[in-house]
């Protein structure tokens, strides 16, 4: 702390902690402010805040940018020295403020589309979470969801685990984020995910208790992505993001990611070998200039374009159809011709949405899975959607009658009407169509037949058993 300027009030502490230029805090400060974690941290344009539990020891932080300096404010409550001294270890990371960016941006100009963007977004940094197990839950929680439906999935965590303090520095109630021993023990029903998600937030809690999963300084940056690998449900994006947002692996690059892989679709030859060990901040180079565009189509595509791949399965191929950022068909090979309408499909065998949702169904016909976490997109009228989000609430191994799911949706005597929407699920397996029956308990019309229904029934039937 001695060689940073700093001055002692009766609410804590003030040090200015340095940075190389250019720094662009726009940037840094807009990817806190959309990943925020509710309740616990509270970002403006110009500030970044938040209670946290450092050993015994609950205190307040906030970062301030100095208009015109080459310097970050940081307040810090209370100004003791040693919490001090961590919570500056903390904000420099967060902030990237060791980073210097002349070394980075001579590696990066060794690729031509990275040396323009050095050139367009000069100064940024990547961006790091206050604390490397609250970053890597609030990950897994954000996978392949949308940015609002994050917060919300956080937000019930954090207020229904976490712990509701008095701020330090305001008396105001504010919270801390649950432990790992508190998730590790917790069922989680109040995080309306699915159990999947919720068992990998258990398992991946267990382990970082045990000792599995280590965020230690000295970690190796490949040994910790393969121990995030060995929890179950998390695969190579989730390793690479964790790795950069909550490790600070410089060299992590999660190429899975649905933008970056568009990016290097569109840049086959960008040469991410030739920047290493500095990969991290091409990644955040290329969030920067394609987020927006990618995120929704292809460069030279509308947001309406389908893809598609084909996958075998025990009850027959399917055809598994996606937008830009959601599933939004899984069809049977030899179903009636139109049935779903759908839009002209280009071929993507290497479609994240695509992959991932062939992961799934695979687990999900090995008896390894029993809820589909997937964002979806089917296509169809408000009355259609309202009956396809009732097939959702259906039980894993149990069946309803279609009067039962009339009742559901608000009207007994919409059978008729059920029966029909229900026909038209574009989502056959994802939204479980086939757990519905006749009254007397016989296997009624299925899109994929009812030799493929009763399969479907019959695994699922097994699997409930196998995990009760």
Known sequence: MRDRSQTRGRDGIEVNLPFKSPYDWQSIIHFYKSHSIPAVERVADDSFARAFRLGNTIGFVQVLAVAGKRRLKVRIVPG??????????RIKKMFDLDCDPRVIGKTLRRVPLLATLCRRFPGLRVARGWDAFETAICSILGQLVSAGYRATLIGQLVTNYGEEIADPLTAGRTYLFPAAEVLAGSDLSAVKTTSARREAIREFSRRVLS?????????????????????????????EYISLRAAGDTDAFPKTDLILKRVLDLHPDLDLERIKPWRSYAATYLWKEFAQTLSRSKKGETNMTLFYKETESPVGKLKLVASSNALVAVLWEHERTNRVKLAEMKFNPGHPVLIEAERQLMEYFSGA??????????????????????????????????????????????VRAVGAANGKNPLSIIVPCHRVIGANGSLTGFAGGLEVKAKLLALEATSASAHD
Do not use: H, M
């Open 80 to 89: 003791d020295a040693k919490v001090c001294l961590e919570v500056v270890r």
């Open 211 to 239: 000792g599995a999963i280590s965020f230690s300084d000295g970690q190796d940056p490949a040994a910790l992505r393969r121990a995030i690998l060995e929890t179950n449900g998390l695969g190579p994006w989730s390793a």
């Open 369 to 414: 899975r029993t809820e589909f976490a997937l964002p979806l997109e089917p296509r169809g009228s408000e009355f259609q959607k309202k009956v396809w989000q009732a097939l959702r609430a259906i039980p894993f191994g149990k069946t309803r009658s279609y009067l039962d799911l009339a009742k559901t949706v608000g009207s007994s005597r919409a």
